[in-house]
């Protein structure tokens, strides 16, 4: 319980830093497509688990047999993944549209086509915490989603605006961040679960 309370502190104070460094140097237009693109791959990304983190979450341990528990992370990658990786295509392709007719504001369009990679990678990053949730593994996910995530965020975020990105380094500076940690997270995952891995897990121990 400590630690989740000192990695939730960490997050939230890091997500306020990139925050307050993007209000900062951004102007108020710049800021705020940033900020409509953010919302839309966090609805995208949210809509694509169809809930299987959170069953991942409470149901992973009750699965005995170690097979059971592997089909069922599996299937929530192939059904996750692939619905992220359809709706990512699809914004990129009507990003034009979407900013224009929907949000009224064509300086979204390379917003969205930037940030849209991270669709998948907001997908993996969640439903590697709800693996790691179901399996009762705390510091996989402290170190991936509340300090990887919001450090590299806050790092990969200031870095562009000193180099003088605006707001499509900041978009991508986001998206670099889920990507960055949502590989980590699923490395972990895969290499520490071994009653789920088991060939991983032994090669690790090899």
Do not use: C
């Amino acid at each position: 319980a400590g630690l989740v309370l000192i990695g939730t502190f960490l997050q939230l104070g890091l997500s306020f830093m990139a925050k307050l460094v993007m209000a900062r140097f951004l102007e108020i237009e710049q800021y705020g497509v940033v900020t409509l693109g953010i919302i839309s791959i966090n609805i995208l990304a949210t809509v694509s688990l169809l809930g299987l983190d959170t069953g991942l979450a409470r149901y992973l341990s009750r699965y005995e047999r170690p097979d059971t528990a592997r089909s069922a992370v599996y299937f929530a990658y192939g059904i996750s993944l692939t619905i992220s990786v359809i709706f990512a295509v699809l914004v990129y392709v009507f990003s034009g549209h979407i900013s224009r007719a929907v949000f009224s504001d064509p300086a979204l369009e390379p917003i969205l086509k930037i940030m849209v990679v991270g669709i998948p990678a907001w997908t993996i990053l969640d439903l590697g915490v709800g693996i790691t949730r179901g399996r009762s593994e705390t510091l996989p996910r402290i170190y991936a989603k509340n300090v990887l995530l919001p450090l590299g965020r806050f790092i990969l975020v200031s870095v562009a605006i000193v180099l003088g990105f605006a707001e499509l380094g900041v978009a991508g500076a986001y998206v670099g961040a889920y990507v960055f940690a949502s590989i980590v997270l699923t490395n972990m995952v895969f290499r520490r679960l071994s009653p789920v891995f088991p060939s991983l897990g032994q090669r690790q121990r090899e």
